[in-house]
Each structure stands twice: as structure tokens, then as C-alpha cells.
């Protein structure tokens, strides 16, 4: 090979290494919560007036936004239309690959009739970290 096919070679890998793109998103950009609702345990949705009693699943879907796996927590905390804390039910260890959307729900069975939020959170190291990986969401349930 000639000094001149050599030098070829060279430049043609500084120009691949030169056009990498490479960006950062926020610690709460790295999942998206969408689509919260109030599902049965069919998965059939329930819209968001239930009765005392009545077993749901309070859903929603999270995207991973990132290039690479992560594991997160999904939580959920449903306040009473006072604002105090009525119960609060977590999934730990959900690992998502790369841009995955997955369904996940937390069962709940209202004991009083009222105006209810749902508070969704996707967290990651719960519980013993407590690193917000997304814009919390929330879902008005009227419960009677």
C-alpha cells in the first residue's frame, strides 16, 4: 500500500469519529408518563367514575426515553379531595430497554365516596434513592 492510501485511511476515521452526535436529556426527561386511566383487571378501561369497593387498576404507560436500559419504580399516591394521603402502592425493579413503553398499574379499592387524584410517579433506586426520572401525572377519580 502507498503512503498516500495510508493517510486515506486515517482521515476517513477521523471523519466518522468526528460526526458522533451525542445529547443529554434531564434526570425528569428520562421517561414519559402518558395515557393515566382506571382499568379493570381485564385491562379494560373504566373511565374515571367508580363505586366504593370496586377493585381498579390505576394505569398508565412509561417510555423510556433514553438510549440504554434503565430500572425504575412506578408509584403511585391517591389523595382524598382534602388532600391527605389515602393510600400509596409502588412497583420496584421494572427494567425497560431502550425507548420501551410498558403498562404498569397498582391495584386500589376506594373505601369512601368522594373526589379522588391519583398521583403518578416514576422514580428510580426506590426506596432508598429518590431520583424523580419523569414528570409526575395525575388522574381525577370520582368514586360513589
Known sequence: MSGKG????????VFTVSITEVFAITESERTTIIDPKLV???GDSLGNSINVDQ????SADVINNQEKTQK????????NENGFVVSVGWVVGVELNPHQK????????PKESGIF????FVWE??????NAVSEQTS??????
Open 6 to 13: 495510508i493517510w486515506s485511511l486515517v482521515i476517513l476515521l
Open 40 to 42: 379493570n383487571a381485564f
Open 55 to 58: 377493585q381498579v387498576q390505576i
Open 72 to 79: 425504575i419504580a412506578y408509584i403511585v399516591q391517591v389523595k
Open 102 to 109: 410498558f403498562e404498569q398499574s397498582i391495584s386500589w379499592i
Open 117 to 120: 387524584t391519583a398521583e403518578i
Open 125 to 130: 433506586g426506590f426506596p432508598w434513592k429518590h
Open 139 to 144: 388522574l381525577e377519580i370520582s368514586v360513589s
